[in-house]
């Protein structure tokens, strides 16, 4: 795992573990290097690393290493053993790295190499690489909706978006009016980004390839219907409208009809485009026929505007390390949000993979992410949940 979902978009270690006290059989050494990996570019100075380690499911005092001139690092006396793992993260100019998965051998010194770039605030030519919007019926009131997002960065350079006067955000993200109960899931946080639009600007460092992003939210049923136009902000290879089918009625214009899909146990109908320009507008009418009109007339629908951000952590990799630890890479996690953050590492892992089956399996990931998703929108309350007691758990810490 070389990028870090930033966030999501993220997650923080503690949102499922406690701080614990272990003594450990042995011990060994880290010792790693940091490489400028842009042409040209040297290592910022002053750079300080943070080592979280777990054993098993609980969680390991962070410790802190700076690093060296030349890049090298050490973090010694890390308690070893096959129940022990780590990740060493940190933030350079903005951007969030992170190692793979750590672990030591006793009496040994296990080699870290971790790549920076160098960073631009030029844009140059972030486009997404894929956009899917999900929505799926959860109440006669409310639709769930969950968009997949990924952002291709051409070149060797780390791209930090900046507002530019008198220009769009470079990186926005257009949601329907009277969207509301917005919650990063992954590739950003809460504090990345900024309301307003309708939609919302994504201001997080993004390393070179392609970085996913997920997030969800909810649109009102008004009068048991909604309508609304997306036009993606960036220039899209492929963009994707998935809505499930039974009370929903769907009208699209557009986007082509693909005719049935199928994620989970959910039925769906599938419309798309490839090669989408940027601001390209989709129209898009819903419809709940599960309820009489007569019915309809005597509900009240819901609030038509922006919650408050879910304040979600921000570090997803050190959760995966947990859910890693678990064994639940194995199999199919039984927890729908260890699943969900189980999909999350492989999205990751096929981004940066060169096979040539990578980008069929991207998308079988990305669907099975979705259904989970669209079959569990309490997954994204569970993480909100799980982020207010994580940073309740650090306060009391300190």
């Known amino acids: 795992m070389k990028r870090v979902l930033g966030l999501l978009a993220g997650l923080v270690l503690a949102a499922i573990v406690g701080v614990v006290s272990v003594r450990a059989e042995g ?30 499911t609980d969680r390991l005092p962070t410790s802190e290493t700076a690093v060296r001139a030349d890049g090298a690092f050490v973090f010694s006396d890390v308690a070893a053993g096959a129940e022990y793992a780590y990740l060493i993260s940190f933030e350079s100019e903005g951007v969030r790295y992170s190692s793979d998965i750590v672990q030591v051998a006793a009496g040994e010194a296990t080699a870290v190499e971790i790549d920076v770039f160098a960073v631009t605030d030029t844009d140059p030519g972030i486009r997404f690489q894929s956009l899917t919007r999900l929505l799926r019926r959860q109440t006669a009131d409310t639709l769930s909706v969950v968009e997949v997002a990924e952002v ?40 990345d980004a900024v309301i307003g639009g309708p939609g919302f600007a994504v201001f997080a460092g993004l390393q070179p390839g392609v970085t996913t992003m997920v997030y969800g939210y909810q649109l009102a049923l008004d009068g048991g219907t909604v309508a609304f136009d997306w036009a993606p902000a960036l220039n899209t290879d492929i963009a994707i409208l998935l809505v499930e089918t039974g009370p ?14 199928a ?5 769906v109908l599938r419309w798309q ?9 989709f129209g898009v009418r819903i419809a709940d026929t599960s309820l009489p009109g007569i019915v309809r007339t005597l509900r009240a629908t819901t609030a038509d505007r ?24 194995r199999g199919p996690a039984t927890e729908p949000v260890a699943r969900a ?29 979705l259904a989970l998703l669209e079959r569990r929108p309490d997954v994204l309350g569970d993480l909100r949940r799980s982020g207010r007691s994580s940073r309740e758990t650090s306060r009391d810490g300190a």
């Open 306 to 329: 922006w919650a408050i951000f879910a304040a979600v952590p921000a570090l997803v990799a050190g959760l995966l390390l947990v859910i890693w630890r678990r064994g639940w890479r």
């Open 27 to 56: 011990s060994g050494e880290i010792v790693g290097r940091l490489r400028p990996a842009t042409t040209g570019s040297a290592l910022p100075s002053g750079l300080v690393l943070q080592l979280d380690g777990f054993r098993q």
């Open 152 to 191: 291709h960065v051409p070149g060797d350079r780390a791209y930090l978006p900046v507002q530019q006067p008198g220009s769009p955000p470079p990186l926005r993200f257009g949601v329907p009016d009277g969207a509301f109960n917005l919650q990063p899931v992954a590739g950003f946080g809460p504090g």
């Open 341 to 369: 953050v189980e999909l999350l590492a492989e999205l990751r892992a096929l981004d940066v993979s060169n096979d040539s089956d990578a980008p069929e399996r991207r998308d079988a990931t990305k669907q099975a992410l």
């Open 263 to 267: 994620f989970g146990g959910t039925r």
């Open 273 to 281: 485009k490839n090669g989408v320009a940027a601001r390209q507008s």
């Open 248 to 261: 929903l009625t769907t009208t699209v214009t557009g986007l082509e009809a693909r005719g049935d899909d």
